[in-house]
């Protein structure tokens, strides 16, 4: 069966996979730790949460797949970073696709607020 999300530009598509990735509170707990701790940080992110280790695993996996984060293997435990340039990357090509639809809607003044 063909995926749907084919039949959008990829430039949606990878802002859709993005936001989905960051929808979740534990993700965007993680992802401020580790801006927080302005280093990678090994083993210890299922101890800066609420939350089982498996749990932790699957959002970090989530993250990982989205390129928000990075993680390489340092013995028994893998070590988190922040993706920076991805980050930066994201946050940009957002900006840009609400500044086109204020822009679009600033063009067609006469159309009805909701």
Do not use: W
Not at 3 to 12: E, G, I, Q
Not at 70 to 99: K, Q, W
Request: proline fraction near 4%; charged fraction near 20%; hydrophobic fraction near 40%.
């Amino acid at each position: 069966m063909r995926d749907k999300s084919d039949l959008f530009p990829d430039r949606l598509v990878k802002l859709a996979a993005v936001a989905k990735a960051i929808s979740h509170p534990a993700r965007l707990s993680i992802l401020e730790t580790l801006g927080q701790n302005n280093a990678c940080v090994c083993g210890e992110v299922v101890n800066l949460l609420p939350l089982a280790q498996s749990t932790v695993s699957q959002h970090l996996q989530t993250l990982r797949e989205a390129d928000l984060i990075t993680g390489r293997i340092d013995g028994p435990s893998t070590c988190y970073c922040l993706n920076r340039e991805s980050i930066a990357l994201f946050v940009h090509e957002m900006a840009a696709y609400f500044s086109d639809l204020a822009l679009v809607e600033d063009e067609s003044s006469e159309l009805q607020q909701c």
